[in-house]
Nanobody, 126 residues
């Protein structure tokens, strides 16, 4: 079974950093895309950053570009990270990682992601 487990959330002051981890199992790592999504209270879930594991290609939303970096463990090939720097109060949300079988390009459509981990709460205080 495909399984994903997000961890690393917490409470941090504005300007601080956190690194989220998405531990994966049950599939061939390089055959998938992984996305990080977030949902703030009262708002729709939005895509944050994505990685195509076969090529290492990435994409980040404009709201986090230059502050967040998505990467993968190329040795163990079972974990995807989201390094979050210069955090802002508006980054407060539950963060989820999700997986989608690679079909030849990096997919950013949330509805296309088939497997989801449980969320991890990130709270940024002002």
């Amino acid at each position: 079974d495909v399984q994903l487990q997000a961890s690393g959330g917490g409470l941090v002051q504005a300007g601080g950093s956190l690194r989220l981890s998405c531990a994966t199992s049950g599939f061939t790592f390089d055959d998938y895309n992984i996305g990080w999504f977030r949902q703030a209270p009262g708002k729709e879930r939005e895509g944050v950053s994505y990685i195509r594991l076969s090529t290492g290609g990435t994409y980040s939303a404009d709201s986090v570009k230059g502050r967040f970096t998505i990467s993968s463990d190329k040795v163990a090939k079972n974990t995807v990270y989201l390094q979050m720097n210069s955090l802002k109060p508006e980054d407060t949300a539950v963060y989820y990682c999700a997986a989608k079988l690679d079909e030849g390009w990096l997919v950013r459509d949330e509805m296309a992601y088939d497997y989801w981990g449980q969320g991890t709460q990130v709270t940024v205080s002002s």
